[in-house]
């Protein structure tokens, strides 16, 4: 029952906020100065002109091409391109999102396992070598950004050593370079949050409880400690599926991935507001879902929280 | 035996005085100074403060004695590689890298810091309101804040650059601060409501200290050490969010120039000209690294927790 009203009020709440990222994104993008022909810096004749604007709804109060633009959304249409007349925003997110979920789905589930392998290790080595290592790794791959690692892979592994294609899509190869970059960050998240769970696990009492019953040292870190630690890791989660997003941006760039994140940076160079506004609000849905998908998650696998949300 | 031993013209009453009864014999050492003594003992820290301070002392001196102005563009000494003229070399526009590096090392960190110094300012208000008047309030103010929280903040920053346009550094700043308060507020509110049902805050109420002293000497300073760290661990986000608004070309617009932009201009020569980049972008990751590895000893250092 308890379950039940959570996911209620949280799904209202998922809701309100994307009315309210909608309706602010709409609104912000509506007052820039100027419309978005004039930003095209095409002079065109008055009645081109009127045909342009009347086709993209542009002509009518603004406060009537708000409601034109939520009941298209409500439809799953987001309109059409601005720079490139005729061609659809949802289809052309269709087309590239995939790309991106594909690179940055692989770069997540490398950089969750390495990431929680590296933790435990250092929690289990404490103050020794290998945690050392562990953290070395945790820190440059939390400062160093991916617009410095990736040219610098590409000057190793493509210039140098000759092993991978410098940019490029399509087959595994071209895959190598963008999703060790990717991985890099959520390796560092990991490590360093796996290890500081580890350590909090390893201290708790049942772990004496498990140890002084004379369970074997192998057992109680695989049984007792591994996985009590790993419940928090899912609530850092949803903060590292953006993290892949945002890297996208610049990792699909400079590898020439003809992902989502590529084609947002050259809307935002071609001033195209529909592309931009439509490409913002597909992200803000799928953080918000994702959000939501992921504290549910945590809230079905984790019995404390139902229990803490009783009590309260 | 013993009282044969020492006559008794050897003691002396010397009296006691009563004020003097209370008084405490060893210096009192401040919570900043107690903190800052810790802190010297961490070598790491210790080591990444010298590091910012030669940044920021390079970026204060740097431009002034390479002998070359940031905007000065020579045809003639184009992509060159470092040399005793031009100590990390030209761009493609011929101008002295150098001094490139170091005037968009300015910029870079004045964002870095003055945005984490916003966010943290506005996240305490909020967060102290939030805390302070509790009930309604805080509810509704909560749900605002939750609402700006479920959306990552990029989409907010790239959104307002697009819509500020003309990319200066007030407005590169009002759209990196859009959403980054959300972070302090919580921190502030979750902290004021903690200290405020601790005990001691209670035995200063016992003892009769007004509500006015209690905010100010017993809650804000501790407060205060948080947000201090958790400014130091968001001048490098902020440094990077910056680098990488200019690096998809809606940050800092030439002849200015940021280390973002610096690393994005030379990534297209980059398999050329590997020089160009490497500057700009080791100054990032040296900043990013010591702000880090600062806030870590810092954390570690205020943390009355830890003290011996």
């Not at chain 1, 061609?87 to 589930?109: H, K, M, N, W």
């Not at chain 1, 294609?165 to 190869?173: C, I, N, Q, V």
């Not at chain 2, 100010?216 to 948080?226: D, E, F, I």
Request: positive net charge.
């Amino acid at each position: 029952m308890k379950l039940v009203v959570y996911i209620l009020k949280r799904l209202g709440l998922m809701l309100i906020s994307l009315f309210m990222i909608v309706t602010i994104t709409f609104f912000l993008m509506r007052s820039i100065p100027g419309d978005p022909l004039s930003h095209m810096a095409r002079s065109l004749p008055e009645q081109t002109r009127a045909n342009f604007m009347a086709r993209y709804g542009l002509d009518q109060p603004l406060f009537n091409q708000y409601l034109i633009y939520l009941r298209n959304l409500a439809q799953g249409d987001l309109g059409e391109s601005l720079a490139f007349p005729g061609r659809s925003v949802t289809e052309t997110i269709g087309r590239t999102s995939p790309v991106s979920a594909q690179g940055g789905g692989i770069a997540l589930a490398i950089g969750l396992v390495i990431g929680t392998v590296l933790g435990i290790i250092a929690a289990l080595f404490r103050n020794r070598l290998p945690d050392y290592i562990v953290m070395i790794i945790a820190i440059l791959g939390v400062t160093v950004p991916v617009f410095v690692i990736a040219p610098l892979l590409q000057l190793v592994f493509a210039v140098r050593l000759g092993w991978l294609p410098t940019f490029g899509w399509g087959t595994p190869r071209h895959m190598v370079m963008p999703v060790m970059v990717m991985a890099f960050l959520p390796i560092a998240t990991y490590a360093r949050y796996m290890k500081s769970s580890m350590l909090d696990t390893l201290g708790q009492d049942y772990i004496l409880t498990a140890q002084s019953k004379g369970v074997s040292e192998t057992n109680v870190i695989l049984k007792h400690a591994l996985r009590n630690s790993l419940l928090p890791a899912i609530t850092i989660l949803s903060g590292s599926i953006v993290g892949i997003f945002t890297g996208a941006f610049v990792v699909e760039s400079i590898f020439s991935i003809p992902g989502i994140g590529t084609h947002f940076v050259t809307s935002i160079h071609n001033n195209d507001y529909t592309m931009i506004m439509g490409t913002t609000v597909f992200f803000a849905v799928l953080f918000v879902v994702m959000q939501f998908v992921v504290d549910f998650i945590y809230v079905l696998v984790d019995p404390r929280i139902k229990l803490m949300h009783e009590t309260h | 035996m013993m009282k044969s031993d020492i006559p008794k013209e050897k003691f002396e009453i010397i009296g006691a005085d009563e004020s003097q009864q209370e008084l405490i014999g060893r210096a009192r050492v401040s919570y900043m100074k107690d903190a800052w003594r810790r802190l010297k003992e961490n070598k790491t820290a210790m080591a990444a403060l010298v590091v910012l301070c030669f940044l920021i002392l390079m970026c204060i001196i740097g431009p002034m004695i390479s002998g070359h102005s940031f905007e000065e563009i020579n045809p003639a000494h184009r992509n060159q590689p470092p040399s005793s003229e031009h100590w990390f070399g030209t761009d493609r526009l011929g101008r002295d890298l150098f001094t490139r590096v170091w005037t968009g090392g300015r910029v870079s960190i004045i964002i870095g810091v003055s945005a984490a110094l916003i966010a943290a300012v506005v996240g305490i208000l909020y967060g102290g309101i939030c805390a302070y008047f509790g009930g309604m309030v805080d509810v509704i103010m909560m749900r605002i804040l939750e609402i700006f929280a479920s959306v990552p903040s990029l989409i907010y920053v790239v959104i307002f650059s697009i819509v500020l346009g003309n990319a200066n550094l007030t407005t590169i700043l009002v759209a990196l601060c859009v959403a980054a308060w959300v972070g302090p507020a919580r921190l502030v509110r979750g902290q004021m409501l903690q200290i405020r049902n601790q005990e001691f805050v209670l035995a200063a109420q016992a003892l009769g200290v007004s509500s006015f002293k209690i905010i100010l000497k017993h809650m804000v300073p501790n407060t205060l050490s948080v947000v201090i760290v958790a400014i130091t661990f968001a001048v490098p986000g902020f440094i990077f969010t910056e680098a990488f608004l200019s690096f998809i070309g809606l940050g800092v617009q030439p002849p200015n120039t940021s280390w973002g932009a610096l690393v994005a201009m030379a990534q297209s020569e980059f398999m050329f000209f590997p020089y160009q980049m490497f500057f700009p972008a080791i100054m990032i990751a040296l900043t990013m690294l010591s702000f880090t590895l600062f806030g870590d000893g810092l954390r570690d250092a205020l943390d009355p927790r830890l003290r011996k």
